[in-house]
């Protein structure tokens, strides 16, 4: 893969912003909660990462790191 | 200027800027980051900052602090309104200004987290016991919260009288840009009836228990004429393409939010939709939807609750007038497309009807 995301869970609150614009739809709201108590946004498993870092732009709360392989 | 800001930290920055000086606050989500933010900026600005034991105890520090004169404020989500209410009803029945909000969350109970509007009763109606209201104020957006703020202690410090700012989860979490240049400095109001100790003048006294029945009686006409001069001078409301609307809209908060990127897209399909959004929920703006109804429209009220603000509107109606519902109780954020394919069905629906 060209790319990975990490998401800081205790950041995130869920508003799934980064699900509706990543281009390969590979990130999901997971069934875990975080210590605030919301849904947290996770990657897919076998979703597929180009490390375009529009999720990370995306993200109000600044909780999304990229990295390019 | 404009500053990227979640809602909560743009209302406690508001807050100060109009001259808060005490904030209580006991964490809840979702109004966490305005305490969060209201630790570290209250003490700046030289206020008080107290992180109390329960969320009684946070209203009562209110009542206390607003009886020696301060502009004090303090937040909750649902659960913890319910606490607060008991001190809501002494601060009305005591005539004392504060600035009370409620980023409501998906209940009953513990509910969740999530954005809804499932506490209009419990705040347009009073809230807690007696025979009180509370004006009652429903932003829609992080701005428009901004400027809300300043209003609400303005209204509480003008009638002596609690005020509630009914946001919700998304208003508090979403970031927007923000401005703060239009707070001004606080105005003075007469305060003739603070506490600060009576050297130099006759004592005076702060308390709702009237053991006779006919001075309590008295009190509560007092209070209800106040209540009568705040519906006829201070209903609020935004109108959007209502002129020629076949079907009005009546939403409020982040419903009327979603319920205008349905209205734009509706519009685009030539279906003459406008709506009324009331900004004071209490006082409610009855005479602009009875106004509407005369010239023919139906109306479409949409919430995130099973139902609470539809019934204000068929109290202002009196029968004249057709009502549609839609609802989403329970912290569901629905989306302008959903609420864009509901409203059309029911548009086509009372068009066919017609003929």
Same mark, same amino acid.
């Given at each position: ?69 | ?72 404020? !303090?937040?909750?989500?649902? #659960? /913890? ?6 001190? &809501?009803?002494? =601060? *009305?029945? @005591? ?38 209201? !509370?004006?009652?104020?429903? #932003? /829609? ?6 400027? &809300?703020?300043? =209003? *609400?202690? @303005? ?44 050297? /130099? ?155």
């Amino acid at each position: 893969m060209k790319g990975s995301i990490r998401i800081d869970q205790e950041r995130c609150k869920g508003c799934a912003l980064c699900i509706e614009f990543c281009p390969k739809k590979a990130i999901s709201l997971s069934g875990t909660l975080n210590l605030k108590g919301y849904f947290i946004a996770s990657f897919k498993d076998g979703g597929e990462c180009t490390g375009c870092a529009t999720c990370a732009v995306m993200c109000p709360e600044v909780a999304i790191e990229v990295f390019k392989n | 200027m404009k500053r990227l800001m979640s809602g909560n930290a743009a209302l406690g920055e508001a807050a100060v800027l109009a001259g808060c000086t005490c904030y209580f606050g006991y964490p809840i989500t979702p109004q966490n980051e305005l305490t969060e933010y209201m630790a570290k900026r209250v003490p700046e600005a030289g206020g008080v900052f107290i992180q109390s034991e329960s969320e009684i105890a946070a209203i009562n520090m209110v009542l206390g602090a607003s009886v020696a004169g301060a502009r004090a404020m !303090t937040s909750s989500s649902s #659960p /913890g309104m319910s606490l607060k209410q008991e001190g &809501i009803s002494y =601060l *009305a029945a @005591d005539e004392l200004p504060a600035v009370v909000v409620d980023m409501v969350r998906g209940g009953p109970g513990m509910g969740n987290i999530s954005p809804a509007q499932s506490d209009y009763f419990q705040a347009t109606r009073g809230g807690g016991h007696g025979d009180y209201k !509370t004006i009652v104020l429903a #932003p /829609g957006s992080v701005q428009e919260l901004t400027e &809300i703020v300043p =209003l *609400a202690f @303005d209204l509480a410090d003008k009638y002596r009288n609690p005020v509630i700012i009914l946001g919700d989860g998304m208003l508090g979490q979403m970031m927007e840009p923000v401005s703060f240049d239009n707070i001004k400095p606080p105005k003075e109001y007469p305060k003739d009836y603070i506490l600060t100790g009576a050297k /130099g003048r006759p004592s005076r006294m702060v308390r709702s228990l009237l053991f006779d029945t006919k001075e309590e009686e008295e009190h509560n006409w007092k209070l209800f004429r106040k209540y009568q001069r705040m519906e006829q001078n201070e209903v609020r409301y935004d109108t959007f393409l209502l002129d020629d609307a076949e079907m009005v809209v009546i939403a409020y908060g982040i419903g009327a939010r979603i319920a205008k990127g349905a209205i734009k897209r509706l519009r685009q399909e030539n279906l003459k939709v406008g709506m009324i959004r009331p900004i004071t929920l209490w006082p409610f703006p009855a005479k602009i939807i009875k106004e509407a109804a005369q010239n023919g429209a139906e109306f479409f009220v949409f919430e995130m609750s099973a139902g609470q603000m539809v019934e204000d509107v068929k109290l202002a109606l009196e029968g004249k007038g057709h009502i549609h519902f839609y609802g989403r109780p329970g912290g569901v954020i629905p989306t302008p497309i959903e609420l864009f394919r509901v409203i059309s069905r029911h548009y086509y629906q009372s068009r066919r009807g017609k003929k």
